[in-house]
């Protein structure tokens, strides 16, 4: 649906006498029969000429010769052949300039895979032979590949992650110049460097593309960040076997033998978000807590589990542990988890039949962090112990609790 749309809008630009094709990453995934999510075109048509030809449209770029076109509800970003200026930041040039040669906009691209364009009959222009390179599987920089990691800075990760989601070597001369140029990868945003590893992590291969961090020095900028890769890298092939980055973030640390602190200094050094980051460490705590064994399962008790973390927490530790154990795999895991969860009468301290407040009335006592320290235990003694749920026990039980313990 999404090309059937495209075509219509190289259509219309033929039609009024300009040139147009789809290009770049599109035309890559089309050739490897991979899905396309984003359909870019190219033309020398100028933005203005865009604008007048497609009336639905968005300028989202004009400085960059940009425009969204709006085809049935669905945006198609439009762009004028261009080449571009001095890169002053190792991320974005400081100006562009709108050219009517293919060849000159193809040049300026970052991957000869990325440098092909079609037109709507399925022709092919591929000055830079970057169909030869996705038949030998490689990922080989556009000329000087030094040249071009030093314009942005961020394809030295680009090219990691695409390594890793389709399986390709990397150019002798394109990862040479990785190496040469790996410190500009300071330059970046964080927020870049995250996006591209969590691509990587997601990807089909992640441990292809956590070698490659290793073998090119990229993160040597962050000590941390290169301690994480380079010490959890001979248990990266498990990542493919996780589901949520989460998962897969939480096993690198556990590997590298990262601290809880280490492991929050991570997601902060790589400005996660606070659900993220809390995801993450939560699981590296509950790791190093069980110190699980690689390829060596154990039993593990799930009761205090639940009640401590949770049911979704524990489910990701499940999976955890499978990754831990992948080559030995307990396959009683999960289904010991449920049995655990189906089995306590009450899971959280709301379904109680007293409140904290009850508690209070019966025991005569003020406020304070013995409420929720009595009503921990009570869970517990309900959940796990047989305590039955009823305000008499419950209340008896609370007493013995607090005398014992002095509150």
């Not at 190219?42 to 300028?59: E, K, M, Q, W, Y």
Request: proline fraction near 4%.
């Amino acid at each position: 649906m999404g090309k059937a749309l495209a075509i219509r809008i190289l259509q219309t630009l033929e039609e009024s006498g300009f040139e147009a094709y789809f290009v770049g990453g599109c035309v890559r995934d089309w050739l490897l029969g991979r899905p396309v999510h984003d359909i870019d075109i190219c033309t020398n048509a100028h933005p203005g000429d865009v604008i007048r030809l497609f009336p639905d449209h968005v300028p989202t770029g004009l400085k960059h010769g940009t425009v969204s076109v709006k085809i049935d509800g669905h945006f198609f970003e439009v762009t004028t052949y261009r080449t571009e200026g001095k890169y002053e930041d190792y991320r974005r040039p400081s100006d562009v300039q709108f050219v009517d040669d293919l060849r000159l906009d193809l040049e300026r691209r970052d991957f000869t895979m990325n440098a092909m364009a079609m037109d709507l009959r399925d022709q092919l222009q591929d000055p830079f032979a970057g169909r030869d390179d996705l038949a030998r599987k490689l990922v080989r920089a556009v000329g000087d590949p030094e040249e071009r990691f030093r314009e942005d800075a961020l394809r030295l990760l680009r090219s990691v992650r695409f390594s890793a989601q389709l399986g390709f070597a990397i150019e002798a001369h394109t990862q040479n110049a990785m190496k040469q140029t790996a410190p500009l990868l300071a330059h970046i945003a964080v927020e870049r460097v995250r996006e591209e590893l969590n691509k990587m992590l997601a990807s089909a291969a992640p441990e292809k593309g956590c070698q490659l961090l290793c073998e090119t020095k990229l993160l040597d900028y962050s000590p941390l960040l290169a301690q994480l890769f380079v010490q959890s890298t001979n248990h990266a092939w498990r990542l493919v076997h996780l589901t949520t980055l989460s998962q897969k973030w939480a096993m690198l640390m556990y590997a590298a033998g990262l601290s809880v602190s280490s492991a929050r200094e991570v997601c902060t050094q790589l400005r996660m978000s606070k659900k993220e980051t809390e995801a993450c460490v939560t699981l590296v705590e509950l790791l190093l807590r069980i110190q699980p064994r690689w390829d060596e399962p154990k039993a593990i008790e799930w009761g205090p589990l639940l009640l401590e973390a949770g049911w979704e927490v524990c489910t990701d530790l499940a999976a955890l542990l499978q990754g831990c154990w992948w080559n030995r795999q307990d396959e009683a895991l999960a289904h010991t988890l449920r049995k655990a969860h189906e089995a306590m009468p009450i899971k959280t301290v709301k379904e109680l039949a007293v409140s904290g407040l009850d508690l209070q009335a019966a025991l005569q006592k003020k406020p304070g962090e013995w409420i929720w320290r009595t009503l921990a235990t009570l869970l517990s003694q309900v959940a796990l112990q047989g305590l039955p749920n009823t305000p008499e026990d419950l209340l008896e039980a609370a007493k013995k609790e607090v005398a014992r313990n002095e509150y």
